[in-house]
């Protein structure tokens, strides 16, 4: 069991003080009180704050919404012309489904793509940390239909086995009502080439190649 020293944000006070914090804990472990894995997660989230968690992973430039786009049909025909490149698509990702997110394109748009990963394999995060380091950086949040631009644009400069995340408030979501959770989408790009669309649930804990996209507007 390890701490993220170098991502660390704590003065040397609190640092030293979560050290001991640690040697108590493995103590712990060691006497079958606690499992290490969970111990360790849970006291990294109280030392790395949100904005230390996360590192560039890839900087996809500019990509720009076509005149012939229309937010309430795009995922159609997005699936529509582009089906049988993917390995799967998950067939909820619908206009339907996603018809609200918090900003609705419009052609002549432009977006900055950026991708973002853990600083380290070790860290984990949730969709709120997610959502406020994207806040920051001033992100307007697109849903499918920006990943789906992203694919039809960037796909070759994406670095492979990562998995790339649109993120977005709850209320913007699609909420999944065989399980209650919200939906996310995500676009997989993996080593071999291919490609997966798919979601996954905002209620969900992001581990390792889980990456994720931010777009900015482009003035």
């Not at 640690?22 to 606690?34: A, C, F, M, S, Y």
């Not at 400069?157 to 699609?174: M, N, R, V």
């Not at 009502?177 to 291919?194: K, Q």
Request: glycine share 4%; proline share 3%; charged share 25%.
């Amino acid at each position: 069991m390890y701490f993220e020293r170098e991502n660390a944000m704590s003065s040397g006070a609190d640092i030293e003080r979560l050290w001991k914090l640690e040697t108590q804990i493995n103590k712990l472990v060691l006497d079958g009180k606690r499992d290490a894995g969970l111990v360790s997660d849970a006291l990294q989230k109280i030392l790395v704050q949100p904005q230390e968690k996360f590192t560039l992973l890839a900087d996809l430039g500019v990509v720009i919404v076509s005149d012939g786009y229309v937010h309430a049909t795009q995922l159609a025909r997005f699936h529509q012309q582009n089906y049988k490149k993917f390995y799967s698509v998950n067939d909820d990702i619908t206009d339907t489904n996603f018809q609200n997110p918090s900003r609705i394109l419009r052609p002549g748009n432009k977006l900055r793509v950026v991708a973002y990963k853990h600083a380290a394999k070790r860290l984990i995060s949730t969709s709120p940390e997610r959502l406020a380091f994207l806040k920051v950086k001033n992100a307007c949040f697109v849903g499918p239909q920006g990943l789906s631009l992203v694919f039809g644009q960037k796909s070759l400069l994406l670095p492979k086995d990562y998995w790339y995340a649109s993120f977005d408030e709850t209320h913007h979501t699609w909420r999944d009502p065989r399980t209650d959770f919200h939906r996310i989408s995500i676009l997989d790009a993996y080593s071999d080439t291919s490609f997966s669309f798919r979601l996954s649930s905002f209620e969900n804990v992001w581990r390792g190649d889980d990456a994720f996209l931010c777009f900015t507007e482009v003035v």
